[in-house]
T-cell receptor, first 113, second 116 residues
Framework: EAGVAQSPRYKIIEKRQSVAFWCNPI?????LYWYQQILGQGPKLLIQ????????DSQLPKDRFSAERLKGVDSTLKIQPAKLEDSAVYLC???????????FGPGTRLTVL | DQQVKQNSPSLSVQEGRISILNCDYT??????FLWYKKYPAEGPTFLIS?????DKNEDGRFTVFLNKSAKHLSLHIVPSQPGDSAVYFC???????????????FGQGTRLTINP
């Protein structure tokens, strides 16, 4: 069974630029999560989707971050404009349903200069 | 505020001995606890979990203990093997007031190194 795929794996941008990350969850997984992991900290949930609807985006900085999951499969997370403090690993995870085991992708490491 | 804390950033253990990783939490509403293991350049992978109605869960070499009164859980690995060298995250979840939501709150992680 293929795991959660993410791209790109690494991205370096300058502050105030825009960036987008892509996630392809495990086939059949209805629930998709985006996490931000800052160096030295644990992952922090940004947004949770159930199929193509947003369930919880209470911790998403909506002034600069946006996410969508069109057709209930792939998802994109966008940052516009980026700030220095956005430097982190962005992890995507999926689960069969809410409450079931979450499977994580390898993450995208973002560096904002 | 840090609701889940792993106060040891790193731990070094001799191969074959017991590794004990600790985690403290502050939110008494947490009802499910998990441990994840993370290798470099990979995402975290689920290792073992425990419900708040239990005080121990065992899976092979891995045992998780939960002390609700102390708001403390620990992961025991016996015997420790070189392949266990990784970063271990403790995580906790509670019923969300948002219908259909599940929120995991992670600790900062502990880097475990198993020495041959």
């Amino acid at each position: 069974e293929a795991g959660v795929a993410q791209s790109p794996r690494y991205k370096i941008i300058e502050k105030r630029q825009s960036v987008a990350f892509w996630c392809n969850p495990i086939s059949g997984h209805a629930t998709l999560y985006w996490y931000q992991q800052i160096l030295g900290q644990g992952p922090k949930l940004l947004i949770q989707f159930q199929n193509n609807g947003v369930v919880d985006d209470s911790q998403l900085p909506k002034d600069r971050f946006s996410a969508e999951r069109l057709k209930g499969v792939d998802s994109t997370l966008k940052i516009q404009p980026a700030k220095l403090e956005d430097s982190a690993v962005y992890l995507c995870a999926s689960s069969l349903e809410v409450g079931s085991e979450q499977f994580f992708g390898p993450g995208t490491r973002l560096t904002v200069l | 505020d840090q609701q889940v804390k792993q106060n040891s950033p790193s731990l070094s253990v001799q191969e074959g001995r017991i590794s004990i990783l600790n985690c403290d939490y502050t939110n008494s509403m947490f009802d499910y606890f998990l441990w994840y293991k993370k290798y470099p350049a990979e995402g975290p992978t689920f290792l073992i979990s425990i419900s708040s109605i239990k005080d121990k869960n065992e899976d092979g070499r891995f045992t998780v203990f939960l002390n609700k009164s102390a708001k403390h859980l620990s992961l025991h690995i016996v015997p420790s093997q070189p392949g266990d060298s990784a970063v271990y995250f403790c995580a906790a979840s509670e019923d969300s007031p948002i219908q259909g939501a599940q929120k995991l709150v992670f600790g900062q992680g502990t880097r475990l190194t198993i020495n041959p």
